[in-house]
C-alpha cells in the first residue's frame, strides 16, 4: 500500500467515524452544531479535532517514514 492511499484512506476512515459518532450519538450532531453557531464553543471543537488528528498522524508514526 502505498504512502496515498494510506493518507486517503486515513482521511475517509476519519469522515466515517465523525458520521458513525454523530448516528450513534445525536448529541455529538448537536454539539457540531451548537459549536457551529456559538462561538465560545466552537474552540473546543477544534481542540478535539486537533488533538485527534495529532494522535492519528503523528503519536505513531516510524522514524524512517
Not at 448529541?27 to 495529532?54: H, Q
Request: with cysteine; hydrophobic share 65%.
Amino acid at each position: 500500500m502505498n504512502r496515498n492511499t494510506r493518507r486517503d484512506l486515513a482521511w475517509l476512515s476519519a469522515i466515517v467515524m465523525v458520521v458513525a459518532l454523530c448516528i450513534v450519538f445525536p448529541r455529538v450532531a448537536a454539539f457540531a452544531e451548537l459549536a457551529a453557531r456559538e462561538l465560545r464553543y466552537l474552540w473546543w471543537l477544534v481542540l478535539i479535532a486537533a488533538i485527534g488528528i495529532y494522535f492519528a498522524f503523528f503519536f505513531g508514526r516510524r522514524r524512517g517514514d
